[in-house]
């Protein structure tokens, strides 16, 4: 069973910088973090959960909702089984719980699949971020 744990949540000003680290561990004998599909959602009180971004395999493949685009960036390094999220040019809006999730890569899945359908195997407890002066 694939364990997802964020980190680095709190209180952010208003055009500043936080970091989420999602830490994963429980994977399978023969399997590692470069098999699945990450995304980092979120969900603010009276909202419906939303795809911030996705990472495939590989850096390359990267998606980001238009509501973070610019401001957030997403990276993975797979030998320490970590994702991150660095989140530049904080809004109000951004505050919300966080949450990191996890899919098993397959040829036909992609990373924009993953964030706009939501449909991940594997979710972590969530972080929470607020952003206020």
């Known amino acids: 069973q694939v364990q997802l744990v964020e980190s680095g949540g709190g209180l952010g000003q208003p055009g500043g910088s936080l970091r989420l680290s999602c830490a994963a561990s429980?994977?399978?004998?023969?399997?590692?973090?470069?098999?699945?599909?990450i995304g980092w959602f979120r969900q603010a009180p009276g909202k419906e959960r939303e795809g911030v971004s996705c990472i495939g395999r590989s850096d390359g493949n990267i998606y980001y909702a238009d509501s973070v685009k610019g401001r957030f960036t997403i990276s993975r390094d797979n030998a320490k089984s970590t994702v991150y999220l660095r989140m530049d040019s904080l809004k109000p809006e951004d505050t919300a719980v966080y949450y990191c999730?996890?899919?098993?890569?397959?040829?036909?899945?992609?990373?924009?699949?993953?964030?706009?359908?939501?449909?991940?195997?594997?979710w972590g407890q969530g972080t929470q971020v607020t952003v206020s002066s």
């Open positions: 429980g994977f399978a004998s023969g399997f590692a973090l470069d098999d699945y599909i």
């Open positions: 999730t996890a899919r098993p890569a397959r040829p036909w899945r992609t990373v924009q699949g993953l964030c706009v359908t939501k449909s991940a195997d594997y």
